[in-house]
């Protein structure tokens, strides 16, 4: 006489990537909310990594960015394969998933109107890892600033020298140096921003080569990470002990900044060097010599 039915439950396709979790304070935050705040955690003040197109939409002015050599990318000169897959096929797939050649976006922009050259690396394709296409990404980027008389801004976020590209990888740690070097010869500034990670070749070579050296707060900023080193050097190490904090303290870096901050810092100091490029281009050329030769 009676029917039992059981109630139809309703299935609601909520999305994936609705919220994220805070890796520092445990909070969940809606992920649009979080966007919203330049991905910065509105409780603990935590900054989420970010792409290197969102630095660069971050820090340059609208319009303004113009890409360089984005046909560079990585070869596999090796042949290297582990267990999973060749280093071509994991190219193919982090170029498919990242929507870049490789770890470093580079070209010239400007920040606040003051015009530069830069390279922003993306921790998102392999790590952040430096090969033989982002080195000469970041050399070319380099050697632009010298062609234009720009200053030059780089954003680091590494894992390091890329494993599978060997010492063609380790190579660029010297071949970025010397372009370095030579911009320091041109009387070119050159700003080197940390965010988290920065560790590594990277590390090792051009990220602390700045002569203005910043960092994101909480920032991983190490040759070897701290697993490494208790592991090697049977210690305990302090809590923060290789963080953007930690480096300031002990003289590594220059300031820590506020990702709301930096564009406004960035432009600043550019408008500081701008100036006094233009002042020294502009000087004569004074030859000093013993009087009365």
């Given at each position: 006489?009676f ?9 609601r396709n909520?999305?994936g ?20 705040n ?11 990594r ?15 960015f ?7 990318i ?6 290297f ?15 498919q ?10 070209g010239?922009?400007?920040i606040?109107?003051?015009?530069l ?9 392999i ?5 033989a ?12 600033g ?11 976020a ?5 494993m599978?590209?060997?010492?063609f990888?380790l190579?660029?740690?010297a071949?970025?140096a ?6 320091g010869q ?13 560790t ?10 700045g002569?203005?050296?910043l960092?994101e ?19 305990k ?26 564009r406004s810092?960035l432009?600043?100091?550019l408008?500081?060097?701008q100036?006094?490029?233009e ?7 004074q ?7």
């Amino acid at each position: 006489m009676f029917q039992h039915t059981k109630a139809q439950k309703q299935q609601r396709n909520i999305p994936g990537d609705l919220a994220i979790k805070c890796p520092e304070c445990k909070g969940i935050l809606y992920t649009k909310d979080c966007q919203r705040n330049l991905k910065v955690c509105p409780t603990c003040n935590h900054h989420f990594r970010m792409t290197a197109r969102e630095r660069v939409e971050l820090l340059t002015d609208p319009g303004s960015f113009v890409e360089i050599d984005r046909d560079i990318i990585s070869a596999d000169p090796l042949h290297f394969v582990s267990r999973e897959q060749s280093y071509a096929q994991k190219l193919a797939q982090e170029r498919q998933k990242v929507g870049s050649g490789d770890a470093v976006i580079s070209g010239h922009a400007r920040i606040e109107g003051s015009p530069l050259a830069l390279a922003v690396m993306d921790f998102h394709f392999i790590g952040g890892s430096m090969g033989a296409a982002t080195g000469e990404k970041i050399t070319r980027a380099i050697e632009l600033g010298i062609e234009r008389r720009l200053p030059v801004l780089i954003v680091s976020a590494s894992g390091g020298a890329r494993m599978q590209e060997g010492l063609f990888s380790l190579m660029q740690m010297a071949k970025t140096a010397a372009a370095l070097a030579r911009l320091g010869q041109e009387g070119l500034p050159y700003i080197s921003l940390l965010t988290d990670p920065t560790t590594g070749g990277v590390t090792a070579s051009y990220a602390m080569l700045g002569d203005i050296t910043l960092a994101e707060p909480g920032s991983l900023i190490c040759f070897a990470g701290p697993r490494v080193i208790e592991q090697f050097m049977h210690v305990k190490l302090p809590k923060g002990a290789v963080t953007a904090e930690y480096a300031l303290q002990h003289g590594h870096i220059d300031a820590v900044i506020h990702r709301r901050e930096l564009r406004s810092t960035l432009g600043r100091l550019l408008r500081l060097f701008q100036s006094t490029i233009e002042r020294r281009d502009s000087k004569p050329l004074q030859i000093v010599g013993n009087k009365g030769r």
